[in-house]
């Protein structure tokens, strides 16, 4: 994988998360414009337009630099004049959700690589989560079925999520990041480029994150299809809008059906 390309700080605008104070939008400005302009910082991780990096700074601590890119240059004049870039949909809603108190990544600072016709890069600077893996590796990684616990644990976690409204849109297992306390599973939802904040539990947008979560980790070959069926179950079970609740097997069998159906997630392909 190719080292971050060198950014121009001519051509950074800085942009400030919700929740984060201008003096904090400061400092982290300060510490990370040399990163970016230097470049040659190797990628941790690295799929289609977007690669990861990793800042160890004596400031800031250790910092996640998100790289989102444009793409061609048609792309790039699209989305400085006519369209929001999607990287810039995830700034807005991720950081929302972290103000309404939702356990993500947090961001510190938000940066576009832009002239007056186009945008080029989008970086979203984040807290590094430590010892994360995601869901799927995670699952994989216990050798076994999940326990009445750990199921316990990923339930309570989709369900605070969409109990403040959120509705993740391309929903999987890879966008759920495990870390464990004291032997307890914590998990926090990241990657919102799809995601909306509606004003409180939204059934269909959460059955259907549901679905595709249950079915990526069966297609990717990340758990069987009994746990699936076991999470749906305890999400069903403890579904948070009573008078939807009779539908909610159904809801959560027919998303993940129709997910199985479509395929593989779309970062996969």
Same mark, same amino acid.
């Given at each position: 994988?190719?080292?971050?390309?060198?950014?121009?700080?001519?051509?950074?605008?800085?942009?400030?998360?919700?929740?984060?104070?201008?003096?904090?939008?400061?400092?982290?400005?300060?510490?990370?414009?040399?990163?970016?302009?230097?470049?040659?910082? !190797?990628?941790? $991780?690295?799929?289609?337009?977007?690669?990861? $990096?990793?800042?160890?700074?004596?400031?800031?601590?250790?910092?996640?630099?998100?790289?989102?890119?444009?793409?061609?240059?048609?792309?790039?004049?699209?989305?400085?004049?006519?369209?929001?870039?999607?990287?810039?949909?995830?700034?807005?809603?991720?950081?929302?959700?972290?103000?309404?108190?939702?356990?993500?990544?947090?961001?510190?600072?938000?940066?576009?690589?832009?002239?007056?016709?186009?945008?080029?890069?989008?970086?979203?600077?984040?807290?590094?989560?430590?010892?994360?893996?995601?869901?799927? !590796?995670?699952?994989?990684?216990?050798?076994?079925?999940?326990?009445?616990? !750990?199921?316990?644990?990923?339930? /309570?976690?989709?369900?605070?999520?969409?109990?403040?409204?959120?509705? +993740?849109?391309?929903?999987?297992?890879?966008?759920?990041?495990?870390?464990?306390? /004291?032997?307890?599973?914590?998990?926090?939802?990241?990657?919102?480029?799809?995601?909306?904040?509606?004003?409180?539990?939204?059934? /269909?947008?959460?059955?259907?994150?549901?679905?595709?979560?249950?079915?990526?980790?069966?297609?990717?070959? +990340?758990?069987? /299809?009994?746990? !699936?069926? +076991?999470?749906?179950?305890?999400?069903?079970?403890?579904?948070?809008?009573?008078?939807?609740?009779?539908?909610?097997?159904?809801?959560?069998?027919?998303? $993940?059906?129709?997910?199985?159906?479509?395929?593989?997630?779309?970062?996969?392909?």
């Amino acid at each position: 994988m190719p080292p971050l390309r060198p950014v121009d700080p001519r051509r950074l605008e800085w942009l400030r998360p919700e929740n984060v104070a201008e003096r904090d939008l400061a400092a982290a400005r300060e510490r990370l414009a040399p990163c970016l302009a230097r470049g040659d910082l !190797a990628p941790v $991780y690295e799929a289609r337009r977007r690669a990861i $990096y990793r800042v160890d700074d004596p400031v800031l601590g250790s910092v996640a630099v998100k790289e989102v890119r444009s793409g061609g240059w048609l792309r790039a004049v699209r989305f400085r004049r006519f369209a929001p870039h999607p990287a810039l949909r995830e700034l807005r809603v991720g950081a929302a959700f972290a103000a309404r108190g939702g356990a993500t990544a947090p961001l510190l600072a938000a940066a576009l690589e832009c002239d007056r016709l186009r945008l080029h890069r989008v970086f979203l600077c984040l807290r590094w989560v430590e010892q994360a893996q995601n869901l799927g !590796a995670f699952l994989r990684g216990l050798g076994r079925e999940p326990d009445g616990a !750990a199921l316990a644990s990923i339930t /309570e976690a989709l369900l605070a999520a969409a109990r403040l409204g959120l509705v +993740h849109g391309r929903h999987s297992g890879d966008n759920l990041l495990v870390t464990q306390a /004291e032997g307890r599973p914590e998990i926090r939802v990241i990657d919102f480029a799809h995601a909306s904040l509606a004003a409180g539990f939204e059934p /269909e947008g959460f059955a259907r994150d549901a679905g595709r979560i249950a079915a990526s980790l069966v297609i990717l070959g +990340h758990a069987s /299809e009994a746990t !699936a069926m +076991h999470l749906l179950g305890a999400l069903a079970a403890a579904w948070p809008d009573p008078p939807s609740a009779p539908r909610a097997p159904e809801r959560l069998d027919a998303a $993940y059906r129709r997910s199985l159906a479509e395929g593989p997630p779309a970062q996969t392909r």
